[in-house]
C-alpha cells in the first residue's frame, strides 16, 4: 500500500546501502580494463564526516589497529575524513574487503548516517586517473574522472559507465555524479 502512495504523490524512497555490492568491484575491475586499459592502483578510500566526541575517535583507532598497516586518516579541504588503504595493485579482493570492513565498522557503531562514500583508484596509459565511486546512502556506483584541477574528462566517465554497467549498480542520475576533487587516494 506504502509503494503505492508514494507513487501516487510522486514520492521516491532512496535505496539502502548494500555494502556487499563492494565485493564486485574486483570482477568488475576486469571488465573496466579489457574495455578501457584502466587497471587497478592498490589505493581505495572511505570517506566519512567525522563525528566529535571519544566514541567515534575510538572506533577510528580501532578500524586502524585492525587494518594495520598501509592506512591513513587524511582531512581533506571540505572538512572530510577519509581512510585511505593502500595494497597491492594485483591485490584488489583484499583492498575492497578492507574498505568493507571500515565503512562496516562504522555502520555498525551506529555512524551510516556519516558515511559519504569510497572509492578504488584505477590508472591508465599518460597516467590518466579513474576512481569507482561507492555512493553509501544510495547503494549505487559511478566513474569519476579527473583531469587537471576541477575539469572531469566526461567522455571517459561514459566509456567507463558503459563498461561497468553490467558489472555494477551504476547511479542513474548523473547530477549525483559527485566530483570528489583530490580524494585521497585517486
Not at 587537471?148 to 566517465?157: F, Y
Request: proline share 5%.
Amino acid at each position: 500500500m506504502r509503494r503505492w502512495l508514494d507513487a501516487l504523490l510522486g514520492r521516491t524512497r532512496t535505496a539502502k546501502p548494500n555494502l556487499d555490492a563492494l565485493f564486485t568491484l574486483p570482477s568488475a575491475a576486469v571488465t573496466l580494463q579489457a574495455a578501457t586499459g584502466f587497471t587497478p592502483t592498490g589505493v581505495g578510500s572511505v570517506c566519512f564526516r567525522a563525528a566529535e566526541g571519544g566514541a567515534f575517535a575510538r572506533l577510528q583507532r580501532e578500524a586502524r589497529q585492525l587494518l594495520g598497516e598501509g592506512v591513513e586518516v587524511v582531512k581533506d579541504g571540505y572538512g572530510y575524513t577519509w581512510m585511505v588503504v593502500r595494497r597491492s595493485p594485483d591485490d584488489l579482493s583484499a583492498l575492497v574487503t578492507e574498505l568493507h570492513a571500515i565503512n562496516s565498522t562504522l555502520e555498525g557503531a551506529g555512524f551510516g548516517p556519516s558515511l559519504l562514500c569510497s572509492l578504488v583508484g584505477f590508472t591508465g596509459s599518460e597516467g590518466r586517473r579513474l576512481a569507482v565511486v561507492y555512493l553509501y546512502k544510495q547503494g549505487t556506483f559511478y566513474p569519476f574522472a579527473p583531469v587537471g584541477e576541477q575539469r572531469r574528462d566526461n567522455a571517459l566517465e561514459l566509456q567507463a559507465r558503459g563498461a561497468l554497467a553490467g558489472e555494477l549498480p551504476i547511479e542513474k542520475d548523473l547530477g549525483r555524479w559527485f566530483p570528489v576533487w583530490g580524494a585521497p587516494g585517486l
